[in-house]
């Protein structure tokens, strides 16, 4: 069993940075891949990135790609999400989730937080 909460969400102006961070508690949180989904009002939950259990390799939505980097701290149980060059159309409310095997569906993934709000204005 994997409990996940997420942190860090807030209002930010375009072009600035946020970072999200996920801790996880469960001994088997190191053996999970992690990743990151949002969801904005009235649309479908979206991958956002994912970043295997040894943190070897990561993966990103093209909308995302040279501006969100994920990493992870297996010693602390946190992953993060760093989020550079926000633009509005990154509102959302941004979940961690964890899955046995790296992936970009959220079917894929078990364990899910409840999610943090991130709202970027023009």
């Not at 909460?5 to 088997?28: D, F, I, N």
């Not at 943190?55 to 501006?67: E, I």
């Not at 095997?101 to 943090?116: A, C, D, F, L, S």
Request: proline content about 2%; hydrophobic content about 35%; some cysteine.
């Amino acid at each position: 069993q994997v409990q996940l909460v997420e942190s860090g969400g807030g209002l930010v102006q375009a072009g600035r940075s946020l970072r999200l961070a996920c801790a996880a508690s469960g001994r088997t949180f190191s053996s999970y891949a992690v990743g990151w989904f949002r969801q904005a009002p009235g649309k479908e939950r979206e991958f956002v990135a994912s970043i295997t259990w040894s943190g070897d390799n990561t993966y990103y939505a093209d909308s995302v790609k040279g501006r969100f980097a994920i990493s992870r701290d297996n010693a602390k149980n946190t992953v993060a999400l760093q989020m550079n060059s926000l633009k509005p159309e990154d509102t959302a409310l941004y979940y961690c989730a964890a899955a046995p095997r790296v992936g970009r569906m959220k079917n894929e993934y078990h364990y899910w937080g409840q999610g943090t709000q991130v709202t970027v204005s023009s």
